[in-house]
């Protein structure tokens, strides 16, 4: 039962986004900045390390990504909505469970049997090899990571967390993006956030937050994320009972 309700929880988020999603504009949503690393001044966040331990040299690493991942696909945003190829356990033992997709998000990812994690998009550049999956966060949302794979070695190097989408409570969030080129992709990370207790009107503080950031990973397949910009405000909204 708690899975349940944990899906009937996950999935009215997803569906009040899409309304929310569809209220804005093509336009609007279309407009990710082509920032290129060299322009950006922000301190960098990462990247960290991988354990070696947790990286098992299997030869047929790049093999299994390439046969169930599809090539890499400019917008990634739609990409949280395929919950489709289920990731094998055996794979996730092997290669996932254990690592850590900071530098800034510092749980290790869970040891789950249950059919959570998916297949998504891959792309090969000189020695690495890149790919993402989806998760399913029982408790709020999808989320989605890169990973990038030596080729020559079949381990994998480094991995990062790109977004999200989902909410709990008053929080809602709807990450989207688009790479720029091989290794570089930027993110708009669009919040919501209703604080849920009512003045003697009958009306909440609700904040809005977006960030963008550029992601890019380097020739030895190490990801590091900085801060473009960010945009914040506050209202009221009346809540409904």
Not at 85 to 90: E, K, L, Q, V, Y
Not at 117 to 138: K, Q
Not at 144 to 162: E, F, H, N, P, Q
Not at 167 to 191: L, R
Request: aromatic share 12%; with cysteine; net charge negative.
């Amino acid at each position: 039962m708690k899975k349940s309700r944990s899906y009937c929880l996950l999935f009215s988020s997803i569906t009040l986004l899409a309304i929310l999603g569809c209220s804005q504009s093509n336009e609007q949503r279309q407009t990710i900045p082509n920032f290129s690393v060299e322009q950006l001044n922000e301190e960098e966040l990462g990247p960290h390390e991988v354990s070696e331990a947790l990286t098992p040299q299997h030869s047929n690493l790049v093999q299994q990504i390439i046969a169930n991942a599809k090539p890499r696909q400019d917008q990634i945003d739609s990409i949280y909505y395929n919950l489709k190829d289920t990731i094998p356990i055996a794979f996730r033992k092997d290669y996932l469970f254990g690592l850590i997709p900071g530098p800034h998000y510092d749980t290790r990812l869970p040891d789950e049997t249950w059919p959570c994690y998916f297949w998504n998009d891959y792309y090969e550049l000189d020695s690495v090899l890149y790919f993402s999956f989806t998760r399913i966060e029982e408790s709020c949302c999808l989320i989605l990571y890169g990973v990038t794979v030596d080729k020559s070695k079949a381990r994998i190097l480094d991995i990062t967390m790109l977004g999200l989408h989902g909410g709990d409570g008053g929080w809602i969030e709807s990450d989207y993006g688009k790479w720029v080129n091989g290794s570089t992709v930027n993110i708009v990370s669009p919040e919501y956030y209703n604080e849920l207790v009512a003045d003697a009107n009958g009306y909440s503080t609700v904040h809005f937050d977006t960030t963008w950031v550029t992601i890019n990973f380097d020739s030895k397949g190490k990801f590091r994320r900085r801060i473009l910009d960010t945009v914040s405000f506050s209202t009221l909204e009346q809540l409904e009972y």
